[in-house]
């Protein structure tokens, strides 16, 4: 069975940094790209973060480059986003996916890890 378990959320002040973990199940995550989503009550589910299979192609929406980071610690089958400068509007539910090798059709999902930056 396939599991995508994200972790790290919590409640920070604006200007914070946060760390989120997606650790994977099931699965070699290292055949997989990865991405990052967030959703807030009543919006779709919106694109934030993805890293490439093989880790060479990082690709992050226009409201958090610079302030967030993607990477692989493929030894713990984790993929990590590192968020910092945290603002109010990045307030969300935070969600790992993956999609086999580089596609973007996202198998998998994990339940999410509430982020909520206070200002």
């Known amino acids: 069975q396939v599991q995508l378990v994200e972790s790290g959320g919590g409640l920070v002040q604006a200007g914070d940094s946060l760390r989120l973990s997606c650790v994977a199940s099931?699965?070699?995550?290292?055949?997989?790209?990865v991405g990052w989503f967030r959703q807030t009550p009543g919006k779709e589910r919106a694109f934030v973060a993805r890293i490439s299979r093989n880790a060479v192609q990082e690709t992050y929406a226009e409201s958090v480059k610079g302030r967030f980071t993607i990477s692989r610690d493929n030894a713990k089958n984790t993929v990590i986003l590192q968020m910092g400068t945290l603002k109010p509007d990045d307030t969300a539910v935070y969600y790992c996916?993956?999609?086999?090798?580089?596609?973007?059709?996202?198998?998998?999902w994990g339940q999410g890890t509430q982020v909520t930056v206070s200002s």
């Open positions: 099931g699965i070699d995550v290292r055949d997989y790209s």
């Open positions: 996916a993956a999609a086999f090798s580089d596609t973007r059709n996202y198998a998998f």
